[in-house]
C-alpha cells in the first residue's frame, strides 16, 4: 500500500445555512487518505456521510458552506478551486457512483450519449475515440454487448445494470479518487454481491482509491481496507477493518455491531442490543462526545468539551474518554429477549395456492395468452406463536402472497386457511370483523401506511373502534395508552401527526396498530428494510418480546437472510413464485441447501472480515416471471444443474427429515455434500 | 404509432356523434324553436305552426338527429331551403352536399358562410398570440428555474403571478385607457374592417397583448416549476459531476425533461385561444369564434352551434393527439401502441 496522502481532510467544518439559522453538519472533521488504499465510512442515516462526499466535491448546493479547515485533493485545495479547476477535479480526479443508479442516469439520454460526453470533454477525444473508450469500459464492467447498452434508454436496463453503466460512467474519466455512495443499497443481494465482486475487481485492475460509504457494515468489511465510524458528523473510531471488526473500542461502534443480525446466531442464542433513545437533531449537538447522551458509559467530563482522539492500537483512533472501561460498561446483556415457544395448534395453511394474472391486450380485452404466474402451489403452514419466515429476491412472489392473505386480492388456486376458515378468494371488504381482526399488517414503508393527516393515535384509535374492542371515547383512550406503552413510545406521542416522527416511531405506531386487534396472524411484509439497522434491531426486539406475549403467528417477508436467521423459526424460500426449499430455520442455513439458498447465502455481505465465504456467484438476473421456464424454474441460472431434466422437468419435493424439504433434481445426499457457506478462516 | 393515430382518429368520429347529438338533445330543453325563430318575434303562429310542421319538428329526437345528419354528410337536402317554405334561403354551395351545416337562424345565412371567416378572425389572433406565448415563456420559465430561488427566479415568478391574475376585462381596459385613450397609438376596438382608418396589424396589436399577458403568465410558471424540479434530479447532479459547464448541464440533460410535462399544457392553450377568448373578443368588438359561439347560444341558433362544437372538439382532439405523439418523442419510456 501506497503511504502518501492522496487526500486530506484537516479539521473541516461544514455548516448548512437556512431562515431558520445556521445547521452545523460537519463540526471538525481530519480525514486522510492514502493513495492506493479503500477507505470505507460507517454511519447511520443523518451522520454527515452524503456531505462529507458532496463537500469533497464541492458540491454542497446554495446553502452547504465549508466554513473552516482545508479540503486537500492531490494538493489542490477543493474549497477555494476556481470553478474551471473545480470542473477538472470532478471529471478526472474524483468520480461518484450514486446510491440510486435510477436516478443517477437521465431517462431521456440513451447510455452512450451518456457516457461519450465525459471522454470528450475531459480527454478532448471525438466521438468515435470517445464511443470506442466507452465501449471497452462497459465490457469492463462486464455488461455483455456494450454496442446493444449504449443503444439503450436507462428505463431499458435493470437494476444492477443500471449500476453497472454508472460504475462504468465514473470509472471513464480515470479517477483517481472514487467515491462510492451506498452504491448496492436496493439491489438485490445476488446482485450486489456480483457488484461489490467488480468494485474488488476494477480497483485492482485500475489501482483507483475508493472511498466507500455504507450503512451496511457486511458490505464495508467486504470492500475496505481502513473503516471509520461516523456519528453525528464526528469520526467516533478510526481503523484497519480486522482490528475494528475484533476490537471495536468505541461504545457506539460496538451497539452498532451489537445490532447487526449474523447467519451463525438466532434469536434463542443472542439479542440485539439497540442504542437507546434517538440520534439527536443537528441543531441540537450535545457538548463534547455527541454519542454522550445515548452511552452507557456516560459521565460528566464526557459533555466537558471536545474529546480527542487516542491512539487504541496500530492505526486504530478511537475518541472515547473511557474507551480503555468499555468492556466494563457496556457488556451488559440488558434486553434479554425471551422468544416464544411453538405451540401445535395450526394457525395458517396454504395449500397448492396459486397467484396467475391474465396479461390481456388492453385495447380488444381478449385473446390473453400470456400469463404472470407470481406464485403456485404454495404448500405449507405455520403453527400458532411460530415466526415463518419467506425470502427471497425482488419477483420471487413473496408480497403477492402477503397481499392474498391480506384479502387485498384474490387467489387463483388453491386453499389459504387462517383459524380453519379458507380466505384464498375472500376479499377484505368480504371478511367478517372477527376474519379482519385475525390478519392484521405491517408493511415495509411506514410513512406511506399512517395517514397523514390524522395523529398517530386517532389511527389506531379508529382500529379499537372498528373491531369492538373499546366503545366509549375513555375505553379508547385508556388503550391506545396501553398499545403505545406495549411498543414502548411516549403516550404523548399518540397526538402528533405522523409527519412529527421518526421512521422508527411511525413503525412502532404501524405494530401498535396491528397488534390492537389482537390478531392471530400478523403479515409483516419487509417492515424493517426500509430503516437502520440500530433502529431495525430495537424493532425486532420489540416485535418478538410482544410476539412472546401474545403468542401470534407472524408471517415475516424479508430478503435478508441475517435477519431471518435471527428471527424465523421456520424459513420457506421462494424464487420466481415458487417454494424452493422449507425447513426449520437451522437446517436451511446448513447443508444441505437448495442450490438458489446456497447461492443467496455466498452472497450475503457478513460483517464480521474474519469469516470465510464460499465464492458462489448466479449469473444474469431473475427471468420474468411471465411464460416461466417448463422444468425448474431456478434451471437457468442454477451453478448446479446436472443436465437436461433441470429445464424439461419439474423437479421432485425431496425431504431432507426434520420437515425440511428441498424441490430439487439433485438427490438429497449430494446436496448434504456440500461445503458449509460460511466458515472460519483457515 | 401509425395504429395508434388510425385508433385515435377512430375515437375522434365517435366523440364527434356523441357530442353532436348531446348538443342536439340538450337545446331541446331551450324555449321557442326553430321555426319560430326563422320567422322571427312577429310571425303569426300559424304560419309558425305550418312551419312546424313542413320541418318535421315533431318528429321524435332520434329522427330530427339522423335528418341533421344527413345534411351534414349530404345524403339529405336541407330542408330550410326547400323554396315550397318561400322563406328565400340560399346557400350558393347548393342544398345537398358533404359538410353541409345547414342554415344560421341568427345570421340569416349558410352557416359555411358565417362560420369559417369567424374561425380564421379567431384562428389570425390565437395563431399570433402563440407564436409569442410559447417561445417567450419556455425562455423564461427556463431562466428561473434553473437557479431556483435568484433575483431573476423572483421576479419572473412574481410577473408571472400577477399577469394571470389580472382578468382579461381589466388589462384590456388598462391597455385601451394608456394606447387609445392617452397615447392615441392604437384603435379601441377591432373589427378587422379596413375602412375603419386603422391597418389591421394595428387592430391585432390590442388584442394579442392581452391574450399574451393572461396567457404566459401561467404557462411560465408550469415551465418554471418543471425546470426547477428537474434542476434537482439526481442525473443533473451527476452532470455537474461529470464536470460538465452549467451551459451544456442545462441545454442536453435539463431541457428536454423539463419540456415532458409543460408540453401537454402549452398545447392545451391552442383549445383555449380558440374557443376560449371571448372576453377578449367582446371588449375589442373581434369577430371570432368565441363571440360567435356566445351570440349563437343567446339566440339558440342550434344550426351554428353544432356546427362550432363540431369544429372546437376536432380542434381539441387534434391538439391532444399531437401532444400524446410529441410526448413519446421527448420521454423515451413512453411507447404508443
Known amino acids: ?682 | 404509432m401509425l395504429r395508434f393515430a388510425a385508433r385515435r382518429l377512430a375515437s375522434l368520429l365517435l366523440t364527434l356523434v356523441a357530442a353532436s347529438f348531446l348538443v342536439f338533445a340538450v337545446t331541446e330543453f331551450s324555449p321557442s324553436n326553430v321555426a319560430r325563430k326563422t320567422l322571427g318575434p312577429f310571425a303569426l303562429q300559424n304560419q309558425v305552426d305550418i312551419l312546424y310542421e313542413k320541418l318535421g319538428l315533431s318528429d321524435p329526437l332520434l329522427v330530427r338527429y339522423t335528418r341533421w345528419a344527413g345534411v351534414l354528410l349530404g345524403l339529405k337536402a336541407d330542408p330550410l331551403q326547400d323554396p315550397a317554405l318561400n322563406l328565400n334561403f340560399k346557400d350558393p354551395r347548393g342544398d345537398k352536399y358533404f359538410g353541409n351545416f345547414g342554415y344560421s337562424t341568427l345570421y340569416k345565412a349558410p352557416v359555411n358562410d358565417v362560420i369559417w371567416s369567424r374561425l380564421g378572425a379567431t384562428a389570425t389572433l390565437a395563431g399570433i398570440a402563440f407564436a409569442i406565448i410559447v417561445p417567450l415563456s419556455l425562455a423564461l420559465g427556463v431562466l428561473a428555474g434553473m437557479r431556483e430561488g435568484s433575483a431573476l427566479d423572483r421576479t419572473i415568478s412574481v410577473f408571472g403571478i400577477v399577469s394571470t391574475s389580472i382578468p382579461e376585462f381589466a388589462s384590456g381596459v388598462f391597455l385601451v385607457a394608456i394606447f387609445v385613450v392617452v397615447l392615441g397609438w392604437l384603435p379601441g376596438t377591432s373589427p378587422l374592417d379596413p375602412g375603419s382608418g386603422w391597418p389591421i396589424w394595428s387592430q391585432l396589436v390590442l388584442p394579442v397583448a392581452v391574450l399574451v399577458l393572461y396567457d404566459a403568465g401561467y404557462v411560465v410558471r408550469m415551465v418554471r416549476g418543471s425546470m426547477a424540479e428537474v434542476m434537482n434530479k439526481g442525473y443533473v447532479r451527476t452532470a455537474f459531476l461529470k464536470g460538465l459547464p452549467m451551459r451544456t448541464v442545462v441545454m442536453r440533460h435539463a431541457l428536454r425533461n423539463a419540456m415532458i410535462a409543460p408540453f401537454t399544457v402549452i398545447l392545451l392553450q391552442i383549445n383555449f385561444l380558440i374557443s376560449g377568448v371571448v372576453v377578449t373578443e367582446m371588449v375589442f368588438a373581434y369577430p371570432g369564434f368565441g363571440r360567435m359561439i356566445l351570440d349563437a347560444s343567446l339566440f339558440g341558433d342550434i344550426a351554428l352551434i353544432e356546427a362550432a362544437t363540431l369544429i372546437a372538439l376536432t380542434i381539441a382532439i387534434a391538439t391532444q393527439l399531437v401532444s400524446d405523439i410529441g410526448y413519446a418523442l421527448l420521454n423515451p419510456q413512453i411507447s404508443l401502441k
Open chain 1, 1 to 682: 500500500m501506497a503511504g502518501d496522502a492522496l487526500l486530506t481532510l484537516d479539521r473541516v467544518r461544514v455548516d448548512y445555512h437556512s431562515a431558520l439559522g445556521v445547521v452545523t453538519a460537519l463540526p471538525d472533521l481530519s480525514l486522510t487518505i492514502r493513495r492506493g488504499e479503500s477507505y470505507g465510512i460507517v454511519g447511520e442515516s443523518g451522520c454527515g456521510k452524503s456531505t462529507l462526499l458532496m463537500a469533497i466535491l464541492g458540491y454542497l448546493g446554495a446553502t452547504g458552506r465549508v466554513s473552516r479547515g482545508r479540503i486537500d485533493f492531490d494538493g489542490i485545495d477543493v474549497g477555494t478551486a476556481s470553478r474551471e479547476a473545480l470542473a477538472r477535479i470532478r471529471g478526472r480526479g474524483i468520480s461518484i457512483v450514486y446510491q440510486d443508479p435510477n436516478a443517477a442516469l437521465n431517462p431521456t439520454l440513451t447510455i452512450g450519449r451518456q457516457l461519450v460526453e465525459v471522454p470528450m470533454l475531459h480527454e478532448g477525444l471525438d466521438e468515435a475515440a470517445a464511443r470506442q473508450k466507452a465501449r471497452r469500459i462497459l465490457s469492463d464492467v462486464h455488461l455483455p454487448d456494450p454496442d446493444a447498452v449504449m443503444a439503450r434508454y436507462p428505463h431499458q436496463l435493470s437494476g444492477g445494470q443500471k449500476q453497472r453503466v454508472v460504475i462504468a460512467m465514473a470509472l471513464l474519466a480515470n479517477p483517481k479518487l472514487l467515491l462510492l455512495d451506498e452504491p448496492t443499497t436496493g439491489l438485490d443481494v445476488t446482485v450486489e454481491a456480483a457488484v461489490l465482486d467488480l468494485v474488488n475487481e476494477l480497483r485492482e485492475k485500475y489501482g483507483t482509491t475508493l472511498l466507500y460509504i455504507s450503512h451496511n457494515l457486511g458490505v464495508i468489511a467486504k470492500v475496505c481496507d481502513r473503516v471509520g465510524v461516523m456519528y453525528l458528523g464526528e469520526l467516533v473510531e478510526e481503523a484497519p477493518v480486522r482490528e475494528l471488526f475484533a476490537h471495536p473500542r468505541h461504545p457506539y461502534t460496538r451497539r452498532l455491531l451489537a445490532c447487526v443480525p449474523r447467519l451463525d446466531t438466532d434469536k434463542h442464542e443472542t439479542s440485539f442490543l439497540p442504542i437507546p433513545g434517538q440520534p439527536p437533531a443537528l441543531a441540537a449537538r450535545p457538548p463534547g462526545c455527541p454519542f454522550g447522551p445515548r452511552c452507557a458509559g456516560f459521565e460528566e467530563r464526557c459533555a466537558a468539551g471536545p474529546v480527542p482522539a487516542e491512539a487504541a492500537g496500530d492505526g486504530h483512533a478511537v475518541r472515547c474518554l473511557r474507551w480503555r472501561e468499555v468492556d466494563g460498561f457496556d457488556a451488559g446483556a440488558n434486553e434479554a429477549v425471551r422468544p416464544a415457544p411453538v405451540q401445535p395448534e395450526t394457525v395458517l395453511e396454504a395449500r397448492d395456492l396459486s397467484k396467475v394474472y391474465a396479461l390481456g391486450n388492453a385495447f380488444f380485452g381478449m385473446g390473453a395468452t400470456r400469463q404472470l404466474v407470481a406464485n403456485e402451489d404454495l404448500t405449507f403452514d405455520a403453527s400458532k406463536g411460530e415466526i415463518l419466515a419467506i425470502v427471497g429476491e425482488s419477483g420471487s412472489g413473496k408480497s403477492t402472497f402477503a397481499r392474498v392473505l391480506a384479502g387485498l386480492q384474490d387467489a387463483s388456486g388453491g386453499k389459504l386457511m387462517v383459524l380453519g376458515q379458507d380466505l384464498s378468494r375472500l376479499p377484505a371488504q368480504r371478511r367478517t370483523l372477527e376474519q379482519l381482526a385475525a390478519v392484521q399488517m405491517v408493511f415495509q414503508n411506514p410513512d406511506a401506511t399512517l395517514n397523514p393527516s390524522h395523529t398517530a393515535g386517532f389511527s389506531i384509535g379508529r382500529a379499537l373502534r372498528k373491531f369492538g374492542i373499546a366503545k366509549s371515547s375513555r375505553d379508547v383512550e385508556t388503550q391506545v395508552h396501553e398499545l403505545f406503552d406495549m411498543v414502548r413510545l411516549s403516550p404523548e406521542l399518540a397526538h402528533q401527526k405522523p409527519g412529527r416522527l421518526s421512521g422508527g416511531q411511525k413503525q412502532r405506531v404501524a405494530i401498535a396498530r396491528a397488534f390492537a386487534g389482537d390478531p392471530a396472524l400478523l403479515v409483516a411484509d419487509e417492515p424493517v428494510s426500509a430503516l437502520d439497522v440500530s433502529v431495525q434491531a430495537a424493532i425486532v426486539n420489540l416485535l418478538l418480546q410482544i410476539q412472546a406475549r401474545k403468542a401470534s403467528t407472524i408471517v415475516f417477508i424479508s430478503h435478508d437472510l441475517a435477519l431471518v436467521r435471527h428471527l424465523a423459526d421456520r424459513v420457506v424460500v421462494m424464487y420466481l413464485g415458487r417454494v424452493m426449499e422449507m425447513g426449520p430455520v437451522k437446517s436451511i442455513f446448513a447443508p444441505p441447501y437448495h442450490p438458489y439458498t446456497e447461492a443467496l447465502l455466498a452472497a450475503v455481505p457478513v460483517p464480521d472480515p474474519s469469516v470465510r465465504q464460499k465464492h458462489l456467484r448466479l449469473q444474469g438476473e431473475p427471468p420474468s416471471p411471465i411464460d416461466v421456464p417448463k422444468g425448474c424454474r431456478f434451471a437457468g441460472r442454477c451453478p448446479r444443474r446436472i443436465g437436461p431434466e433441470c429445464d424439461a422437468t419439474p423437479p421432485p419435493l425431496r425431504d431432507a427429515g426434520g420437515g425440511h424439504f428441498i424441490e430439487c433434481h439433485i438427490p438429497i445426499e449430494d446436496l448434504r455434500n456440500a461445503a458449509p457457506v460460511l466458515g472460519p478462516e483457515g
